[in-house]
């Protein structure tokens, strides 16, 4: 009785230790997401492992190891919070990968991030071409961050709502169909096409075409 009431007090012990740490510290470990985070993961979640079910290692000698390991990973904390330079060494920094629109080689070897990783990181947000991208930043978390170039950027809600109160807005395509009867001396439809080609769409492409009291033509795909 005894060889089984040992592992399952030190398993709940173990349980509540890590219930008391995540609660102080996982959100600050869950929003860093970096490697340093990461290999902190991965030796609490063996120190605990080794608490609650190896009966070989002597329990509070082990404890006393994982306290003491959450109370240097604290001060490191308390550290890189008041020292920006440390906090670069300890998480890391950003990589800027495209930069105005241009492939940074140097970035990319410096993170040994290949082309296919940038075109499937890409794809995961919904971009199929890279030309389309102004600027893309790896992050410490090695997710990536982009900003699409203008011409490419979704037409907002505050866009619409500018353009349903100007004074003069002409819609001139709907559904991919140019409306002709719109369509002016200058608004033609030789400006309607060359305004979608600079923007590498057709109109069969746009959703919703207008142009503003600004002269300005906004495009919704």
């Known amino acids: 009785m005894e060889d089984l009431m040992h592992p399952i007090i030190r398993t709940g012990i173990s349980y509540v230790v ?7 510290f ?3 470990m869950n929003s860093q ?20 079910f190896d009966t070989n290692l002597q329990f509070f000698p082990t404890l ?5 390991l959450i109370f240097i990973f604290f001060l490191s904390s308390l550290f890189s919070f008041k020292q920006r330079g440390f906090r670069k060494y300890l998480s890391g920094q950003p990589l800027n990968i495209i930069e105005k629109g ?23 947000q919904g971009v199929f071409k890279i030309d ?4 893309a930043i790896l992050e410490v978390s090695g997710k990536l961050s982009i900003q699409k170039k203008e011409e490419y950027q979704p037409l ?8 349903l109160s100007s004074e003069i807005p002409i819609e001139l395509i709907f559904n991919g169909v140019i409306i002709t009867k719109n369509l002016t001396s200058v608004y033609n ?22 142009v503003g009291r600004n002269g300005v033509f906004y495009v919704m795909n």
Not at 18 to 24: E, G, N, P
Not at 156 to 163: E, F, M, S
């Open 18 to 24: 890590l219930l008391v740490f995540t609660y102080l």
């Open 26 to 28: 996982g959100k600050r």
């Open 33 to 52: 997401l970096n490697y340093y985070s990461f290999a902190l993961s991965v030796t609490i979640g063996s120190y605990i492992a080794n608490l609650g």
């Open 64 to 68: 006393a190891s994982f306290l003491t």
């Open 102 to 124: 241009e492939i940074n080689e140097f970035n990319m070897k410096k993170a040994k991030y290949t082309i296919d990783d940038l075109k499937q990181q890409i794809r995961e």
């Open 132 to 135: 389309q991208i102004e600027t």
């Open 156 to 163: 907002l809600k505050k866009d619409k709502k500018d353009l």
């Open 189 to 210: 439809k030789e400006w309607v096409m060359k305004q979608c080609e600079d923007r590498k769409i057709t109109a069969k492409d746009v959703r919703y075409g207008v």
